[in-house]
């Protein structure tokens, strides 16, 4: 309950700020404003058990009574007044309890407290009258320094009193600086946590665009990356009638359809550890055997391309939509790289590529159409349909194989 109405005192005046990044400053505020009374009262209950004037007594409760209203000006909208408000009624009362004691004790290093946390209170925006108000306690600092030993106090007090508030203001000293130590600590744990927590969603985002070989090398150097690799497997597939079929569909049921089958193949890419290029439309591309080499990526790309018709198969059958994939495949050499500014991809280019974009749309409805030079590599391994040759544009007579099952 106590906990409850601390909270809701404390973040009074938050709802006026639209920056988000300012609701620390005044949170700060309101907190200081129940956090010192509540120590200036403790330390007044030790202090009246040693007999100390009235007038030091009569002024700390004032203090106490009049702090709390900084809450009050936050939560009828008047944030910089309210910081004001604190720092000029506690620098009084930290001025006025100087000349109280005079040389007796030196209180006027609470003004250093308070410059402290001048640097906490006030926002980036506010940084002028912030550098003044910290200008100002300096000032005060060192002209009530430089003539401590010569000041008469008001309230002359016995050697012993004198030693024992000489004790508790160094005590209070010492509790304030380490609980605004304590607060940094606090501050920066929970910034460093954020950051990190920051740092690892844009990471997880960078990895779902780019592959991590290639995020490694864009910090290292970002200069255009493009690298040629002689061996590498390319599928392209497309969802047969898709467009004449999302016609009659609404944008929901557009989406939430390629969402979850390319979510799934999302899935089988990671399974085969493939790298996922891109899609565009109802058109779904992977590579294997980059960015990372790898030996067995023809055979990958080919496990890939089946398990694919098994997604289509599945979906059609729960949802009694009439889906259909084509699939070309097609290995080869190619270029690979990252290009644009903003919205950067990571792409291939090449005759491979061209060859296995071919493969897709001169292909089969439910089909895996494959090239010779993919199909030599893995004919041992999976079984085939001789298609024979084809007239492809750009490519003259090609032969094609069509991908059926693996080999028992």
């Known amino acids: 309950m106590l906990q409850l109405l601390w909270n809701q005192l404390a973040y009074q005046g938050v709802l006026y700020l639209s920056n988000i990044t300012e609701h620390k400053h005044v949170v700060l505020v309101n907190t200081l404003s129940l956090f010192i009374p509540v120590f200036t009262f403790f330390n007044l209950l030790v202090t009246i058990s040693f007999g100390i004037p009235p007038l030091y ?59 402290l ?33 010569e000041m008469i106090p008001i309230v002359i007090q016995s ?23 304590f607060y940094i600590h606090i501050t920066f744990q929970k910034t460093e946590s954020f950051m990190q927590l920051e740092h690892d969603k844009s990471e997880k985002l960078l990895q779902n665009i780019l592959p991590l070989s290639i995020i490694k090398k864009l ?14 497997t390319v599928l392209f597939s497309d969802i047969v009638g898709f467009t004449q079929m999302s016609k009659t569909m609404s944008a929901v049921s557009v989406v939430s359809l390629l969402n979850e089958v390319f979510s799934r193949f999302d899935d089988l890419a990671e399974k085969y550890n493939l790298e996922k290029i891109k899609t565009i439309g109802d058109a779904y591309m992977v590579v294997g055997g980059l960015p990372e080499p790898d030996v067995n990526h023809v055979e990958r790309v080919a496990g890939f391309a089946l398990e694919m018709l098994d997604v289509i198969r599945d979906y059609r059958q729960k949802n009694n939509i009439p889906l259909e994939l084509r699939i070309g495949i097609n290995s080869g050499a190619a270029v690979a790289g990252v290009i644009g500014k903003k919205k950067f991809i990571y792409d291939l280019w090449g005759d491979s590529v061209n060859t296995a974009s071919r493969m897709e749309s001169h292909g089969l409805p439910g089909q ?22 084809m007239e492809v544009k750009g490519l003259g007579l090609v032969q094609s194989y069509l991908l059926t099952a693996k080999s028992l």
């Open 57 to 115: 007594i009569y002024s700390s409760i004032a203090y106490m009574v009049l702090l709390p209203l900084s809450i009050i000006f936050n939560a009828n909208g008047k944030i910089l007044f309210a910081r004001l408000y604190l720092f000029f009624l506690s620098m009084a009362y930290v001025i006025m309890i100087v000349f109280m004691q005079g040389n007796q004790v030196r209180a006027h290093f609470f003004l250093l407290a308070e410059a």
């Open 117 to 149: 946390v001048a640097y906490f209170v006030f926002p980036v925006k506010e940084k002028k009258i912030m550098h003044f108000l910290v200008a100002c306690l300096l000032v005060f600092f060192i002209g009530l320094d430089f003539f401590h030993d």
């Open 159 to 181: 050697p012993d009193k004198i030693k024992i508030a000489s004790l508790i203001t160094d005590i209070s000293f010492a509790v304030i600086l380490l609980g605004f130590a």
């Open 219 to 232: 910090r290292e150097n970002p200069d255009t990356i493009a690298e040629r690799f002689e061996d590498c």
């Open 368 to 389: 895996i159409q494959v090239s010779e030079s993919t199909y030599i590599r893995i004919k041992d391994l999976f079984q085939f349909e001789n298609r024979g040759k």
